[in-house]
């Protein structure tokens, strides 16, 4: 009686010894989520700070200092000629966990002849490898295809939404385009489509420009 008593409480303090582990896991993996979303809103407000055409080498990288940690690559010819940065912030254990689905913003600064000639951040849904939603806003110093207004949307559905920013572009209009809803990073279950990923550029598409397929 004794022994069927000692191995039930043993049988016991195991399986509370795994929910506990388990709990812990779950923690930790949502305060990794939840540091990445807090390293992407700095990196994404700090590369705003900088002006394609404008900003130098010098202080492309003062930006990037911080993120070294995110820092997808680091070219060792990397220099004032010719640069490509480019960081990535993923919920990758929450990913692992299946508590979300797999959710990374991507930003990346070219720099060209000591100035910084463009600037890119796509945030993307993965599911397993399959592509579920993409947002994309790319700036360039020079004109993308001689358009003259400020910027250009598509929006091919619920699923995509693509910005290309031109010179013209006012900060109100970079912060606009620019504006992801990074705390998808951190949700448990993750976002559902544009209107969650990026509610104002899915706004202005819904309200203004008009849809084209891809």
Known sequence: MRKAESKARNLVMVLVALVCLACVGV?????????????????????LMLRVGESSFQDVMRMARPY????????PACGPEECELTFTFQNKWPAKLRLAPL??????????????QSLGANLLEYDDSQLMFEARV????????????????????????FVSLTPNAT?????????????CLSKLGGCNGASEYVPPMWKYCSNVASPRSE
């Open 27 to 47: 923690v930790a993996a949502i305060a990794s989520a939840w540091l990445a979303q807090r390293d992407a809103k700095r990196c994404l407000h700090d590369v």
């Open 68 to 75: 070294a940690s995110h820092r997808l690559t680091y070219p």
């Open 103 to 116: 959710v990374g913003l991507m930003i990346k600064v070219v720099v060209s002849k000591g100035t910084m």
């Open 138 to 161: 790319s700036e360039s110093s020079k004109e993308a295809m001689n358009v003259p207004e400020a910027f250009r949307f598509a929006c091919p559905d619920p699923s995509g939404v």
């Open 171 to 183: 900060m109100e209009e970079r912060q606009r385009a620019f504006d992801f809803n990074l705390d």
